[in-house]
């Protein structure tokens, strides 16, 4: 029961609603059938009308298809500026600054001197190493000029000196033969002494008796004479012959030792070697300083390393420097490019080598050409100070920039009118013309 009395409540009300509604639905509808009166009255009336609102919808159609093939094929952002080459110009070596040549916003070409540095100190430094280098060659000919005649004459010596080793030996043993003939001949003048004394001797008894001659006594007298001559001669030869057996010993120790001593010549010879090699290395040293101080002469004069700009000088005439301090920064004008950081939901056609128009904001708007050279392959967020930490706390989703490096087209800035930080609004086209043009030059860069 109560389910029916529900329906007829519900049924009802939209019964009344639907009768309160009847006034309002049958004014609308008589407006509608007034408008389309008066708008076919009208047509019927100039019939040029329908064809002009014909056209005029056609042209506004196509007008939104052009915009939006337009805009389709672009990404643009002016979240970008130029960008460039800031190099701080430091010091090489200390020192009071005695000369300046240029000033600030001053442009430069690479080579030219921008500051000198009071060069007295480093003048003498280089006259002292140029002395120690002369010094140093002058002690290397010294040391090398015995090694060349060392080393020939090694080899032929000892073998010199063997062989003279050798002779002696040989000498010796000569020596030792002549004495033992002469021993030998001393034995039998000993013999012939002792027989001939005796012989004296019975012819005296005999002589006494008067049983031989005087003529025969002389005869044996004298043969004893001779005999005792010839002993004393023999001993004298053995004498002699001792005696050079004794010099030629002595020889052959001359001789060994002479040959020790030629043997000990490749330890002499590499002595002399390292004694050169040693002057060697102090040559190439004093060099080494003999180079540095020219160098530190030279690092007196700074100069500009590239042309462009002078945009900071940090050092001024008569400031004492100390090596690694700035002294000037320097902006190089010919290599200038665009960073434009995209939207992460922008890159997706965007790609290495697509043309890109740029708007320089300094110049009212004023257009350059260009192409995408490079996206960065991170974030700038990640690059921070201070990069964002979403592991902890409430986050936040918040579209991300990636820095995207447009370069310039060359021959548009002869003036260098661009400068780094100018603010650039970057378009880079990624129609299809321009996504093959990517993709065949990546092919070449393959």
């Given at each position: 029961m109560v389910r029916k009395q529900y329906g007829k409540g519900?049924?009802?009300?939209?019964?009344?609603?639907?009768?309160?509604?009847?006034p309002e639905i049958t004014r609308r509808r008589a407006v509608i059938v007034v408008i389309n009166t008066k708008v076919a009255g009208f047509f019927q009336e100039n019939p040029r009308a329908k064809w002009i609102l014909s056209i005029s919808g056609i042209l506004v159609l196509l007008i939104i298809l052009f915009l939006w093939h337009h805009y389709s094929v672009r990404e643009s952002t002016d979240d970008a500026q130029v960008d460039g080459h800031i190099v701080p110009?430091?010091?090489?070596?200390?020192g009071p600054i005695v000369e300046v040549r240029i000033q600030e916003n001053q442009g430069v070409e690479a080579g030219a001197v921008l500051m000198v540095l009071d060069p007295t100190d480093y003048k003498i430094a280089l006259a002292k190493a140029q002395a120690e280098y002369d010094d140093a060659i002058a002690e290397r000919e010294a040391a090398s000029v015995g090694v060349p005649i060392t080393s020939a004459s090694t080899a032929s010596n000892l073998s010199m000196k063997q062989a003279g080793l050798a002779a002696?030996?040989?000498?010796?043993?000569s020596a030792n033969a002549n004495l033992a003939s002469n021993q030998a001949h001393l034995r039998e003048a000993e013999a012939?002494?002792?027989?001939a004394n005796r012989d004296l001797e019975r012819m005296k008894q005999l002589i006494g008796k008067d049983e031989i001659s005087q003529q025969q006594y002389d005869a044996t007298a004298t043969a004893a004479d001779t005999a005792a001559a010839a002993l004393e001669s023999a001993k004298a030869e053995v004498a002699q012959a001792e005696q050079l057996v004794n010099v030629a010993k002595s020889h052959v120790q001359q001789a060994e030792a002479e040959v020790r001593v030629a043997e000990t010549a490749p330890q002499q010879l590499q002595a002399t070697q390292a004694r050169a090699s040693s002057a060697e290395a102090k040559v190439q040293r004093a060099k080494a300083l003999f180079d540095q101080a020219k160098v530190n002469l030279q690092y007196t004069t700074v100069k500009a390393p590239f042309r462009g700009v002078v945009s900071k000088k940090a050092a001024d005439l008569g400031q004492v420097v100390q090596i690694g301090q700035p002294l000037i920064a320097m902006v190089s004008?010919?290599?200038i490019w665009v960073t434009a950081n995209f939207k992460e939901t922008q890159l997706r056609k965007i790609g290495p080598g697509q043309p890109a128009d740029i708007e320089v904001d300094t110049y009212g708007g004023r257009k350059y050409r260009g192409h995408v050279a490079s996206i960065s392959p991170a974030t700038g967020a990640k690059f921070s100070l201070l990069p964002p930490e979403n592991a902890t706390g409430n986050y936040v989703k918040v579209v991300q920039r990636i820095p995207v490096r447009i370069y310039f087209d060359s021959g548009q800035d002869p003036e260098h009118l661009l400068r780094p930080g100018m603010s650039v609004t970057a378009t880079v086209l990624t129609n299809e013309t321009a996504n093959k043009n990517v993709e065949s030059a990546t092919k070449k860069i393959d």
């Open positions: 519900v049924s009802g009300s939209r019964d009344g609603r639907s009768r309160r509604n009847r110009i430091s010091a090489r070596v200390s002696t030996e040989k000498e010796v043993t012939n002494y002792a027989k004008l010919d290599d």
